[in-house]
């Protein structure tokens, strides 16, 4: 199976995949470097400079195939050709940085497009430029590249090539491996369900607010969290109705994605489409079963969140429509300075050393903050220019979440910092499986900080639900997530046919268990089965997991630390200056991390129950 060190950035493509909230039309001031403004001139002076670094990127990618003949010719050898191709892998990473960076600050600006599109060619040129090395990698030999990886002239390669070595007997010959990756495009089915998810299905309108309006995903996000409770329940009703009329048409892409997944997991000889999914990021299957295990295990916890749920709504029963309105009205605002000195407090237990990295990055225009016409929705942190620093796009819009939304960007912008820093080019970019644990570890922190330092009782209850809530939808809903995505491949290896009908009964049960419907915890109505249907991540190929991982080890580290363990806060420091230099597996688990094992995510629930005690005294207190 072909690995992907070669391709998108994980810190990348983690952007890519944050949620999208609404956008609003809040002006933001003209001049820069204003605060709240990135300049990219720390990337290149003009658009005239970029075009020359362009051409000699572009240059360098033509020259690269002249290394197929003798890469593999001796250890000195291939260790010149790999250095060759990380730098010239680096400057097409910079290059591609200001490219895209620019064209998300004005999605209607041409000029900045047309340079996009330029650059996603120039990285599938390097894609192809590259294909010969894995091919002559394992032509090598799993025995020779382990005893290679050994020698000290490879050593910044050693971990690529031990992870290569593995994967050798998984590793077609170059021909087949070669049309497999051509089929690639039309196997995925991710391009259709985005075309018929945002472009083809008709939304209702509904009257919301007292307006006729146009349902779609974005009014959905919004309205369904709308402290009325017949709104939620309307929008509810309409929305999920819409996606029930295409439950075929969904069926058929997942079932198709789904046996692209296992079709292909056995033809590069694994046990399993999890075994497959997995292997190729270097992570065990006994995380997943791990976390699976753990979840079912303690769904009391998340059935004790509900019920509380429906005490602070003062709703005898709980529909599945109350999940989203907040339980607490939220106490304030914050402005973009608030944000900054928060985050500078809530850090600081996690030494000078990181409170220098965020004072650095905070101070400098080095964000773009506000929301503005054009402007690409949602929140990233691209870390990928190597010698420059990180630059984060967020859409501030003066919320709790907008500052905690900060702080994620940041938790992942200080990683990139201090893998940049401690690694060559070569081991810096770190995985998804960590990428998550820098962010959440700020997020837990942070909401640690505004819990204690709360005035009044209802500040601190709202702080508190924002904590449980975020508990329940990144731990408790990916970890659901990722039960009915093996619970689907498993069938499908099974030899079942997956109907669209198929796949909402297969959804509706596992749901039902998390919900406690049997138990008539939270009353589900039988058309929210096809809540599947408006997931993207089930084409990612186990993806969605890592999320609940995450938070679980963010919870871990945020707990020792706030606790004062000097030894669990450098040793933090430690995995994330580690970069990708080992599997994210091996590198959490030399930090005391080990989610192949139950003690994160009993810590995480052990959290997760003292937060509800912390509510119901305050509840207690406020009507005693
Ligand atoms: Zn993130």
């Given at each position: 199976?072909?690995?992907?060190?070669?391709?998108?950035?994980?810190?990348?493509?983690?952007?890519?995949?944050?949620?999208?909230?609404?956008?609003?039309?809040?002006?933001?001031?003209?001049?820069?470097?204003?605060?709240?403004?990135?300049?990219?001139?720390?990337?290149?002076?003009?658009?005239?400079?970029?075009?020359?670094?362009?051409?000699?990127?572009?240059?360098?990618?033509?020259?690269?195939?002249?290394?197929?003949?003798?890469?593999?010719?001796?250890?000195?050898?291939?260790?010149?050709?790999?250095?060759?191709?990380?730098?010239?892998?680096?400057?097409?990473?910079?290059?591609?940085?200001?490219?895209?960076?620019?064209?998300?600050?004005?999605?209607?600006?041409?000029?900045?497009?047309?340079?996009?599109?330029?650059?996603?060619?120039?990285?599938?040129?390097?894609?192809?430029?590259?294909?010969?090395?894995?091919?002559?990698?394992?032509?090598?030999?799993?025995?020779?590249?382990?005893?290679?990886?050994?020698?000290?002239?490879?050593?910044?390669?050693?971990?690529?090539?031990?992870?290569?070595?593995?994967?050798?007997?998984?590793?077609?010959?170059?021909?087949?491996?070669?049309?497999?990756?051509?089929?690639?495009?039309?196997?995925?089915?991710?391009?259709?369900?985005?075309?018929?998810?945002?472009?083809?299905?008709?939304?209702?309108?509904?009257?919301?607010?007292?307006?006729?309006?146009?349902?779609?995903?974005?009014?959905?996000?919004?309205?369904?969290?709308?402290?009325?409770?017949?709104?939620?329940?309307?929008?509810?009703?309409?929305?999920?109705?819409?996606?029930?009329?295409?439950?075929?048409?969904?069926?058929?892409?997942?079932?198709?994605?789904?046996?692209?997944?296992?079709?292909?997991?056995?033809?590069?000889?694994?046990?399993?489409?999890?075994?497959?999914?997995?292997?190729?990021?270097?992570?065990?299957?006994?995380?997943?079963?791990?976390?699976?295990?753990?979840?079912?295990?303690?769904?009391?916890?998340?059935?004790?969140?509900?019920?509380?749920?429906?005490?602070?709504?003062?709703?005898?029963?709980?529909?599945?429509?109350?999940?989203?309105?907040?339980?607490?009205?939220?106490?304030?605002?914050?402005?973009?300075?608030?944000?900054?000195?928060?985050?500078?407090?809530?850090?600081?237990?996690?030494?000078?050393?990181?409170?220098?990295?965020?004072?650095?990055?905070?101070?400098?225009?080095?964000?773009?903050?506000?929301?503005?016409?054009?402007?690409?929705?949602?929140?990233?942190?691209?870390?990928?220019?190597?010698?420059?620093?990180?630059?984060?796009?967020?859409?501030?819009?003066?919320?709790?979440?907008?500052?905690?939304?900060?702080?994620?960007?940041?938790?992942?912008?200080?990683?990139?910092?201090?893998?940049?820093?401690?690694?060559?080019?070569?081991?810096?970019?770190?995985?998804?499986?960590?990428?998550?644990?820098?962010?959440?570890?700020?997020?837990?922190?942070?909401?640690?900080?505004?819990?204690?330092?709360?005035?009044?009782?209802?500040?601190?209850?709202?702080?508190?639900?924002?904590?449980?809530?975020?508990?329940?939808?990144?731990?408790?809903?990916?970890a659901q997530f990722a039960e009915f995505e093996l619970a689907l491949h498993e069938a499908a290896e099974a030899g079942k046919s997956l109907s669209g009908k198929r796949i909402s009964a297969l959804y509706k049960e596992i749901l039902d268990r998390y919900y406690?419907?049997?138990?008539?915890?939270?009353?589900?109505?039988?058309?929210?089965?096809?809540?599947?249907?408006?997931?993207?991540?089930?084409?990612?190929?186990?993806?969605?997991?890592?999320?609940?991982?995450?938070?679980?080890?963010?919870?871990?580290?945020?707990?020792?630390?706030?606790?004062?363990?000097?030894?669990?806060?450098?040793?933090?420091?430690?995995?994330?200056?580690?970069?990708?230099?080992?599997?994210?597996?091996?590198?959490?688990?030399?930090?005391?991390?080990?989610?192949?094992?139950?003690?994160?995510?009993?810590?995480?629930?052990?959290?997760?129950?003292?937060?509800?005690?912390?509510?119901?005294?305050?509840?207690?207190?406020?009507?005693?």
């Open positions: 199976m072909p690995i992907t060190k070669y391709g998108l950035t994980a810190a990348l493509v983690a952007a890519a995949l944050t949620t999208l909230p609404m956008t609003s039309a809040v002006a933001a001031p003209e001049a820069a470097p204003a605060p709240g403004h990135w300049v990219l001139t720390d990337l290149y002076a003009s658009p005239s400079a970029w075009q020359a670094a362009f051409g000699q990127t572009q240059d360098a990618i033509k020259a690269l195939p002249e290394l197929a003949d003798t890469l593999t010719d001796d250890p000195a050898t291939l260790a010149d050709g790999l250095a060759r191709i990380d730098d010239v892998h680096k400057r097409l990473a910079r290059v591609a940085t200001y490219a895209h960076l620019a064209a998300d600050i004005d999605l209607r600006a041409a000029d900045a497009q047309e340079r996009r599109g330029r650059v996603d060619r120039l990285q599938a040129d390097f894609g192809q430029a590259t294909g010969f090395v894995e091919p002559a990698l394992v032509g090598l030999g799993a025995d020779t590249l382990k005893e290679w990886a050994a020698k000290p002239v490879l050593a910044e390669q050693a971990y690529y090539l031990r992870h290569v070595a593995d994967q050798a007997p998984h590793t077609l010959t170059r021909e087949t491996e070669s049309a497999l990756a051509a089929l690639s495009p039309i196997a995925g089915q991710s391009d259709t369900f985005d075309l018929l998810s945002n472009a083809d299905i008709a939304w209702p309108s509904v009257t919301l607010g007292g307006e006729s309006r146009t349902l779609d995903q974005a009014a959905y996000t919004q309205w369904r969290a709308d402290p009325d409770r017949a709104t939620r329940q309307k929008v509810f009703e309409a929305f999920w109705s819409t996606y029930n009329q295409y439950e075929d048409t969904f069926g058929s892409l997942l079932n198709q994605a789904v046996y692209g997944h296992v079709i292909d997991a056995r033809l590069h000889h694994y046990d399993s489409a999890l075994a497959a999914a997995l292997a190729a990021n270097d992570i065990p299957v006994a995380v997943y079963h791990q976390l699976i295990d753990s979840v079912d295990g303690h769904l009391d916890t998340l059935h004790r969140y509900l019920k509380l749920q429906a005490r602070l709504l003062g709703v005898d029963q709980l529909h599945y429509y109350d999940i989203y309105p907040p339980l607490v009205a939220a106490p304030r605002e914050f402005n973009l300075s608030d944000a900054k000195t928060l985050l500078e407090q809530a850090t600081r237990p996690l030494g000078t050393a990181y409170t220098r990295h965020i004072t650095a990055a905070t101070s400098a225009p080095w964000t773009s903050a506000y929301p503005a016409p054009g402007k690409r929705p949602g929140a990233y942190m691209n870390g990928s220019a190597y010698d420059v620093h990180p630059y984060v796009l967020m859409n501030f819009q003066g919320d709790y979440e907008s500052v905690s939304t900060y702080a994620h960007e940041w938790g992942h912008g200080v990683h990139s910092m201090l893998a940049n820093a401690a690694q060559p080019y070569a081991t810096a970019d770190y995985p998804i499986f960590t990428a998550e644990v820098a962010s959440t570890t700020n997020e837990a922190l942070l909401i640690d900080h505004m819990i204690d330092n709360a005035d009044t009782r209802q500040e601190k209850l709202f702080y508190i639900g924002q904590a449980l809530e975020s508990l329940r939808g990144t731990f408790f809903r990916q406690g419907v049997a138990d008539g915890m939270t009353a589900i109505d039988k058309r929210m089965a096809i809540e599947w249907a408006y997931v993207p991540h089930f084409y990612y190929n186990f993806y969605v997991y890592q999320y609940a991982t995450s938070i679980a080890a963010g919870e871990y580290f945020a707990s020792r630390i706030l606790a004062g363990d000097t030894d669990v806060r450098d040793a933090y420091l430690a995995a994330l200056s580690a970069g990708g230099s080992a599997s994210g597996y091996d590198i959490l688990k030399n930090a005391g991390v080990d989610l192949a094992t139950a003690a994160p995510y009993n810590q995480l629930i052990q959290r997760m129950n003292e937060l509800m005690d912390q509510a119901e005294d305050l509840l207690d207190k406020r009507q005693g």
